[in-house]
T-cell receptor
Framework: AQSVTQPDIHITVSEGASLELRCNYSYGATPYLFWYVQSPGQGLQLLLKYFSGDTLVQGIKGFEAEFKRSQSSFNLRKPSVHWSDAAEYFCAVGGATNKLIFGTGTLLAVQP | DAGVIQSPRHEVTEMGQEVTLRCKPISGHNSLFWYRQTMMRGLELLIYFNNNVPIDDSGMPEDRFSAKMPNASFSTLKIQPSEPRDSAVYFC???????????FGSGTRLTVV
C-alpha cells in the first residue's frame, strides 16, 4: 500500500537551532517526493521536490531534503530556524499518475 | 499568474442548505484536485480531474457530494444537503505534470450550523 508517515506530530525548536523533520514513505514504484508548508489560514506551499538525480535537493526559504532509497526516507532539514518558520509541514509521495499521498503533517513551533 | 483561485474564502450555511465551492486552476494546468482538511482526518483527497475528466472520485464521502469541471478553467464542488460534519477547509489544487507538484488555492472554510 502507498503511504506516507510523519512520525512527529509536534516539534518545538529554539530560534537559530537546526531542524530535521522526518518522513518515511511506502511506494511501489520510483517515487516523486515533496515537502509542503502551511501557515495558519493559508493553503499549502511547495518547499521542494525530488524526482530524479541528486538525492540532496534544495528548496525555498533555506530548506533542503535528502532522499534515501535504502531507508525509504525523505527528511527535511534547515540549519538555522527562524521564528517565521513556525507552521505545519507536510510530506507527500506520488508517481506517474499525478496523484499525491500526503502525510498527517508535523506542526513546528519556534521558541524565541 | 494569479495562482489557483478559490471562492468563497469563507462560507457559513445552515444544515440542509446547498453549498457550492468554486475553483479556477492555473492556466495550462491539466489536472485539478479537491481536498478536504480537518483536524481529525487531516488532508483527504476527494476527487481529481485530468483534462476535465474525473479520474478518481473514491474519496467523495457520499452522494451528497458532487464535483464538476465543465471546462479547463473552472470546477465546482457541491454539497447538497449540507450537514455539520461537512465543516472543514476545502482546498483546490492544480498541476501540470506528475513531478512538478501541486499548486494549492487558499481554501474555502466551510461552517455548517
Amino acid at each position: 500500500a502507498q503511504s506516507v508517515t510523519q512520525p512527529d506530530i509536534h516539534i518545538t525548536v529554539s530560534e537559530g537551532a537546526s531542524l530535521e523533520l522526518r518522513c518515511n514513505y511506502s511506494y511501489g514504484a520510483t517515487p516523486y517526493l515533496f515537502w509542503y508548508v502551511q501557515s495558519p489560514g493559508q493553503g499549502l506551499q511547495l518547499l521542494l521536490k525530488y524526482f530524479s538525480g541528486d538525492t540532496l535537493v534544495q528548496g525555498i526559504k533555506g530548506f533542503e531534503a535528502e532522499f534515501k532509497r535504502s531507508q525509504s526516507s525523505f527528511n527535511l532539514r534547515k540549519p538555522s530556524v527562524h521564528w517565521s518558520d513556525a507552521a505545519e509541514y507536510f510530506c507527500a509521495v506520488g508517481g506517474a499518475t499525478n496523484k499525491l499521498i500526503f502525510g498527517t503533517g508535523t506542526l513546528l513551533a519556534v521558541q524565541p | 499568474d494569479a495562482g489557483v483561485i478559490q471562492s468563497p474564502r469563507h462560507e457559513v450555511t445552515e444544515m440542509g442548505q446547498e453549498v457550492t465551492l468554486r475553483c479556477k486552476p492555473i492556466s495550462g494546468h491539466n489536472s485539478l484536485f479537491w481536498y478536504r482538511q480537518t483536524m481529525m482526518r487531516g488532508l483527504e483527497l476527494l476527487i481529481y480531474f485530468n483534462n476535465n475528466v474525473p479520474i478518481d472520485d473514491s474519496g467523495m464521502p457520499e452522494d451528497r457530494f458532487s464535483a464538476k469541471m465543465p471546462n479547463a478553467s473552472f470546477s465546482t464542488l457541491k454539497i447538497q444537503p449540507s450537514e455539520p460534519r461537512d465543516s472543514a477547509v476545502y482546498f483546490c489544487a492544480s498541476s501540470t505534470q506528475a513531478n512538478y507538484g501541486y499548486t494549492f488555492g487558499s481554501g474555502t472554510r466551510l461552517t455548517v450550523v
